[in-house]
């Protein structure tokens, strides 16, 4: 036995560690959990701001795909709630 990882745990962590980098460039990453996971257009609106100068603003989306999850909160610029977009 050898104390060496496997290629495939090597190759997920790799894996791991891109999908990471890319969440790190996040606009809203210094935002509170309260605005990025808002129910209310209010509490929403600094993420809502970030969002328009986010560079990742279109893997958020890919990622969250709050249609399909019943996400709360904001994503790729726009906030949904039990995964319909709530207009202002
Ligand atoms: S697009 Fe997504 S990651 Fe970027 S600021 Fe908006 S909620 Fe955050």
Known sequence: MTDQPSVTATASATAAAKE???R???ACAHLSERSVFARLPAEAEPVLHA???CPIRK???A???PSHTWFDGVSGGRLWRNGRE???
Request: aromatic share 6%.
């Open 20 to 22: 990471l980098d890319w």
């Open 63 to 65: 990622v969250v795909d």
């Open 59 to 61: 893997q958020c989306e």
């Open 51 to 53: 969002c328009g100068r």
């Open 86 to 88: 709530v207009t202002r």
């Open 24 to 26: 790190r460039g996040a």
